[in-house]
């Protein structure tokens, strides 16, 4: 295919996403049904948020011309995708990236997110015959030329050692990070109650941890968080809740909640499901020292990333920071 053929197909998918058609919605439900953790409104919000955000083809010409993309890929090389599965179609934005960039993906799925991806690739083998050729699902991935894997820092040494011979990016561990400053609005904290629960804090983008000046008053930030109070009605995250809530009572530990989310405070920018941490610190002193950078994807603030804004990525928002079609190019 040539460039404008992958642009305009994906362009297309966007408006498959945005359709009624019956196999979609099929889809769309059986994520659901599937992965108790992949609820209704969450999937909508995935789903939207690709479409208007990846599969504009205003922002996809944008991208090809950045990127300088070739008309015709001259020798296409074969890249195994190894998919998250943490937050629905959390793989997509890869899959985007090779197929635009004209190489050709073999994508191994995670059992977490399976069904979207493949009504997805099935539409567009459907729609589009010469991407049966470009894109296939498969099990094993041997004989690529290139991995792309997402995964823990532990399945990371895995992926270090199998695809050490090949062009590889590895993906680890990362989470998101907010700094308040005490003079946020009510407007500016219901926002930020989004980058903390949406997709119930799965996501690398999801803040897990707010820096707060010391004296901080939580009860605005507590009313902010009740915009996601339905959460403690899905049984898998009010399990987390209980579990959590349990163990602050019996170590005798500090903790506040508005009884669908606790606040402990912890140094680690990584929180349990059903938990926020928060750190203090002192006023007049820099508010990120001592955080590792290499383990936090977003900082949400005031002179950061705007508040509301982690779950929107743009196309050239990289996970870990890492440019994926630099990577590809240079294949």
Known sequence: MKLQERISALAALGTYMASEDVSWKTALKGASVHN????????????????????????????????????EQATPKTVGLVMAGNIPLVGFHDMLCTFIS??????????????????????????????????????????????????S??????????????????????TSVAILDGS??????????????????????????????????????????????FLADEHKYRHNFDYHLTLQIMNNRFYMTN????????????????????????IGSDPAAGMDLEKIQCIVGHGYMPFGQAQHPTLTDYADGVDT?????AL
């Open 153 to 174: 820092d532990n399945t990371a040494r895995y992926f270090d050692y199998y695809f050490s011979r090949y062009p590889h990016l590895i993906r680890k561990n990362r």
């Open 102 to 151: 004209g190489h050709i993906q073999r994508v191994k799925l995670s059992s977490k997110d399976e069904k979207l991806p493949t009504a997805l690739v099935y539409w567009l083998h459907d729609q589009f015959p010469a991407t049966q050729q470009l894109i296939r699902i498969e099990e094993r991935l041997n004989g690529c030329d290139a991995y792309i894997a997402t995964g």
């Open 36 to 71: 108790p953790w992949f609820i209704e409104p969450f999937v909508d919000i995935a789903v939207a948020e690709i479409r208007e955000s990846f599969l504009n083809e205003e922002a996809l010409t944008t991208l090809a011309h950045r990127y300088a993309l070739p008309e």
């Open 325 to 329: 079609m630099q990577f590809l190019t």
């Open 259 to 282: 009884d669908s989310i606790l606040l402990t405070e912890d140094p680690s920018p990584f929180s349990p499901i059903s938990q926020l941490h928060y750190m203090h610190f002192e």
């Open 184 to 229: 946020e609005t009510q407007e500016e904290l219901e926002k930020l109650s989004d980058d903390i629960q949406l997709y119930f804090g799965l996501g690398c983008r999801n803040v897990s941890q707010v820096r707060v000046p010391e004296g901080y008053d939580f009860v605005p930030l507590l009313q902010a968080l009740r915009k996601y109070a």
